[in-house]
């Protein structure tokens, strides 16, 4: 068997048996390059500026750019079938693209302001391989000693010098560069086109430059001319605006609705399916308005993020015959999408030491979701979402429950989101950012542990979501109403008391229901897809009971017989829990890579009317998004450990049920990479990825020894697993496959705890460990856990 190197990051999968061909020692690079062939292995340009010493990389010729091992031998692979899309063809030295590339670098070097850089370059080549020094002579660099401009309209050059210090990159004393005078000529065009200079084209702006000075200084002088035989530029204001709204098909034929909605737009409708406030609330451009760019953007992105339309193009706009007032009439055609849809998900759980004994007694799960939409159900814009998911976990063959199924979680809800807030007081437009949402939602839950309990849970919520800026986003949801109760099997319930477990009884089993408000603020959530450097932040704050608390003191209503407060016959809940998602985001370079850390701790606190928190309100530890090397709600708390259960029937029938905490520290650290452009269709992606944390008790109990969280043993409590996987992405969703293993379990003591070092033998077959393990815990040990999902894990 071979060690746990990143390097063999797929061998765990080995469901993917088509890329084992690439482990195959002794695979040459060369092979196949005819006699004077010569594959490029190695690129260096030397004497570069550090600060342009990556990006002249960039400049040499991309079919001369080293392959990378896994590339070329994909395409070598499937090259002998005929498809050359897979894969990399061999990057074989040619001294033409050589030339071409080190012309290119000289040029970049000039444009960064070295107007004497000259590159030469060297070719080395030994046993079928070559290798490529570019050396560069940069000379000195030379910067702007003077600014001046140019421009033929006086407003134009008042608006130019108003404007310049906040966007300009040509300032003098700095660098002389071709790219920042690009920069300059792009910045001041949006400019011009944010007030109101609709006929402006960026070749209308020029620039003169002396460098004919002994001292390496660049005099620059901006030029802006004005049309020709024109004595300044025209400035636009819109007028009227035409918004059609074809058919789902695109079509514009047959009877529309028809409306002038006020002295500025006329709305037609094909579809007849929209009233014109949906659309017209977020037009951004009104009449007498100058003309700018931004609110077509504004407009255009608003629209858009509807989901109602399929196509939003920017608006069209026609000048009227009016040569003096300089209007523009607008247009803008839209296309919806269809009114009805259906999109399923689903996601695969596996514990086992491979794939293909997952039919066997290992654990397993799977989770399926279906998402029906009605698009602009009440012609208004709004979405209803109708939302089905099943989820079963399979514990094997257990002694004392038979039946494969563990425990089994049934949910369907429905959402009416209307993409305005929905409000009795008059609040000003938040759609400047994004669109804001009203989410009306209900749903019920049915979870069934096997041999033990049914618990069912309504739930009736209104939600508030809108933008503060483009980067953060706000969620209120100012009243949640959850009722729930609990079934116990008659069983199991005589057994746990008899044991003097009521905790438990109390917990799954008790009728109880709360009104909460929570609050979820986000940081650069927009930027989650993108390989930028950045900050996520996620917090949430869920307050529930005061409200009732208060009613119930007013009305001073009757207590329980544990001493809790009632209302309408049954003891309502009260807590604080809060919940945070810190997660730092670096590019590291070429091929996509990226490093991922993420700190996920949450607290809860049950208060006042409650002595603990409700079933739904606990933290449970493990899972695809989680510690993945744990099934979901198999970790913890703290150095629980389940041999403490004497009756197998007890630990069989509180299996997923009795490890949860009232605080969570969850830890993620993931590297991204790309492995291949093109693999079957998709883009082939991989992760190396270290997951650490548990949840813990706020107090020792009898039920969790070892459970409570202390700081002196946070570090002894803490699970750690590793892992790789797959990412396969198909652009509107990414199917990820992972592989996980237990690194250092808490449930064990000392040295124990590092299973996957001390007991490396036992991985893949049953040893003395498992053996011992099977014994006192009633179960399989099981060092690797697969994960099958879609979207990427944080």
Request: proline content about 4%; some cysteine.
């Amino acid at each position: 068997m071979k060690p746990f190197y990143p390097e063999n990051k797929l061998y765990s999968l080995a469901i993917l048996s088509i890329l084992l061909v690439f482990t195959i020692s002794g695979c040459s690079l060369t092979r196949g390059l005819k006699e004077n062939e010569y594959l490029v292995r190695k690129i260096k340009v030397d004497s570069v500026d550090q600060e342009f010493s990556d990006a002249s990389l960039l400049y040499v010729d991309r079919l001369q750019q080293p392959n990378s091992w896994f590339n070329l031998q994909l395409y070598y692979l499937f090259n002998k079938k005929g498809n050359k899309d897979i894969g990399e063809p061999p990057a074989i030295l040619d001294s033409a693209l050589i030339e071409f590339s080190r012309l290119q670098i000289e040029k970049f070097l000039r444009n960064k302001g070295y107007l004497k850089a000259s590159v030469a370059s060297a070719i080395k080549t030994q046993k079928k391989k070559a290798f490529i020094t570019f050396t560069a002579k940069q000379g000195p660099m030379f910067r702007i000693r003077n600014v001046q401009d140019s421009i033929a309209d006086p407003n134009v050059q008042v608006l130019y010098r108003i404007n310049r210090r906040r966007f300009s990159h040509v300032q003098p004393g700095g660098r002389f560069d071709t790219d920042s005078l690009a920069y300059d000529r792009d910045a001041f065009y949006q400019v011009m086109k944010q007030n109101g200079y609709y006929d402006f084209y960026r070749q209308y702006m020029n620039y003169n430059y002396d460098s004919t000075f002994n001292s390496s200084v660049v005099d620059v002088k901006v030029l802006i001319d004005n049309p020709a035989g024109k004595k300044n530029h025209p400035i636009y204001k819109i007028n009227n605006t035409l918004i059609t709204i074809a058919t789902s098909t695109g079509r514009t034929t047959g009877n529309a609705d028809t409306l002038r909605v006020d002295s500025q737009f006329t709305f037609v409708d094909y579809s007849r399916r929209f009233k014109p406030n949906a659309v017209l609330r977020y037009v951004f451009q009104h009449k007498g308005d100058i003309y700018n760019i931004d609110q077509q953007t504004l407009t255009t992105s608003r629209l858009s993020e509807l989901n109602v339309f399929r196509n939003v193009p920017n608006p069209i706009y026609t000048k009227t015959p009016d040569s003096v007032n300089h209007l523009l009439n607008s247009r803008i055609d839209i296309i919806p999408l269809k009114r009805m849809s259906d999109r399923i998900e689903a996601e695969y759980l596996h514990s086992g030491p491979a794939f293909f004994d997952f039919w066997s007694g290992s654990g397993y799960g799977f989770n399926i979701g279906n998402t029906f939409s009605n698009r602009n159900l009440f012609k208004q814009a709004e979405i209803l979402q109708i939302k089905l998911n099943y989820s079963v976990l399979f514990a094997g063959n257990t002694t004392t429950l038979p039946g494969a199924i563990q425990n089994q979680d049934f949910k369907i809800g429905a959402n009416l989101v209307y993409p305005r807030i929905i409000s009795p007081f008059n609040l000003p437009s938040l759609g400047k950012y994004g669109v804001p949402h009203t989410t009306f939602a209900s749903s019920f839950q049915l979870f069934y542990q096997n041999g033990l309990v049914k618990r069912r849970s309504f739930i009736n919520s209104l939600t508030y979501d809108w933008m503060e800026t483009s980067r953060k986003q706000h969620s209120l949801t100012p009243i949640s109403i959850e009722f729930s109760n609990g079934t116990i099997d008659p069983t199991a319930r005589d057994i746990l008391l008899s044991q003097n477990r009521y905790s438990y009884v109390y917990l799954i089993g008790r009728t109880v229901f709360t009104a909460s408000t929570q609050y979820t603020y986000q940081l650069n959530f927009n930027k989650l897809n993108s390989l930028a450097n950045f900050v996520y932040f996620r917090g949430t704050i869920d307050l529930g009971g005061n409200t009732l608390a208060l009613i119930s003191r007013v009305l001073n209503t009757r207590r329980d017989s544990l001493g809790q407060r009632t209302l309408f016959g049954h003891a309502f809940a009260q807590y604080a829990k809060a919940d945070v998602d810190l997660r730092f985001y670096r590019n590291l370079g070429g091929n996509e890579q990226q490093f991922v850390f993420r700190f996920n701790p949450g607290l809860g606190l049950p208060f006042g009317n409650s002595n603990q928190l409700i079933f739904e309100r606990n933290f449970y530890a493990g899972g695809a998004n989680d510690i993945r090397a744990w099934l979901p709600r198999t970790l913890g708390p703290g150095n629980f450990n389940r041999a403490i259960y004497k009756d197998n029937n007890i630990r069989d029938r509180l299996k997923y049920l009795d490890q949860f905490g009232e605080i969570k520290i969850i830890g993620n650290m993931e590297y991204r990479y790309k492995i291949a452009n093109d693999f079957f269709g998709t883009k082939l992606k991989g992760a190396t990825f270290i997951d650490f944390g548990n949840v813990w008790r706020l107090d020792e109990t009898v039920e969790n020894p070892g459970g409570q969280f202390k700081f002196n043993n946070l570090f002894n409590s803490t699970a750690v697993g590793i892992g790789t996987g797959l990412r396969f992405d198909l652009t509107f969703f990414v199917f990820r496959l992972d592989a996980a293993f237990k690194f250092k379990d808490p449930q064990f003591t000392g040295a124990d705890q590092y299973v996957l070092i001390k007991h490396f033998s036992n991985l893949f077959k049953q040893g003395d460990f498992k053996k011992t393990y099977k014994a006192t815990n009633n179960e399989d040990y099981r060092f690797m856990q697969l994960n099958f999902g879609i979207g990427l894990p944080f």
